[in-house]
């Protein structure tokens, strides 16, 4: 029974053994498993996932692209992927708001409070280098994914990307 279960997975043990304490706090420890996995090689048999998600962590993997070819490989037909990543604002206004935040209040901010301001510039290098919108879109579509659409939050400082795992046609399955 696949109902109401979930697998974390992250490269990083250090983080798995976070999440099991909190997963283990929560008394869900029964519900939920985490492992050591890579975005871009998930150790998974095909067709084995009804959602994929990752949040925040797309724009810091290697190859994307090969990311989500993995994710679409191990969900089930009709199963849909969804990622939540930091994206930049449309309106001219906002965006020139949010860039100058990114580029110089939240790096100062950031380095006062953890000591380490280039982590946070880091941040700002890697959003705005990062593909959003539409252009996220067509790399999910180049990875398999159908029913592909982009949902903007907060003004458009993060969206939500959703894609489907097509179910196969008559066709397809003789």
Same mark, same amino acid.
């Given at each position: $029974?696949?109902?109401?279960?979930?697998?974390?997975?992250?490269?990083?043990?250090?983080?798995?053994?976070?999440?099991?304490?909190?997963?283990? $706090?929560? *008394?869900?420890?029964? +519900?939920?498993?985490?492992? %050591? *996995? $890579?975005?871009? !090689?998930?150790?998974?048999?095909?067709?084995? &996932? $009804?959602a994929t998600?990752?949040? &925040?962590?797309?724009? !810091?993997?290697?190859? %994307?692209?090969?990311? /989500?070819? @993995?994710?679409?490989?191990?969900?089930?037909?009709?199963?849909?992927?969804?990622?939540?990543?930091?994206?930049?604002?449309? !309106? #001219?206004?906002?965006?020139?708001?949010? /860039?100058?935040?990114?580029?110089?209040?939240?790096?100062?901010?950031?380095?006062?409070?953890? *000591?380490?301001?280039?982590?946070?510039?880091?941040? !700002?290098?890697?959003i705005?280098?990062?593909?959003?919108? @539409?252009?996220?879109? @067509?790399? +999910? #579509?180049e990875?398999?994914?159908?029913?592909?659409?982009?949902t903007?939050?907060? &003004? *458009?400082?993060?969206?939500?990307?959703?894609?489907e795992?097509?179910?196969?046609?008559? @066709?397809?399955?003789?």
């Amino acid at each position: $029974d696949r109902m109401g279960k979930g697998t974390g997975m992250d490269l990083a043990e250090g983080m798995l053994e976070v999440g099991r304490k909190k997963v283990g $706090d929560r *008394g869900l420890s029964e +519900m939920i498993s985490l492992q %050591v *996995g $890579d975005a871009t !090689n998930i150790p998974a048999d095909a067709g084995q &996932f $009804d959602a994929t998600t990752i949040s &925040f962590g797309i724009r !810091n993997v290697p190859d %994307v692209l090969a990311a /989500l070819r @993995e994710m679409h490989r191990v969900l089930l037909p009709g199963g849909r992927a969804l990622i939540l990543e930091f994206s930049l604002p449309r !309106n #001219r206004l906002i965006r020139a708001l949010h /860039l100058f935040y990114l580029r110089r209040v939240l790096p100062r901010i950031g380095g006062i409070i953890s *000591g380490d301001a280039e982590a946070y510039r880091y941040l !700002n290098r890697t959003i705005e280098a990062f593909p959003y919108g @539409e252009a996220f879109c @067509e790399l +999910m #579509r180049e990875a398999g994914f159908a029913q592909v659409s982009a949902t903007p939050l907060t &003004f *458009g400082v993060a969206t939500i990307y959703q894609g489907e795992k097509a179910v196969a046609s008559e @066709e397809e399955r003789q």
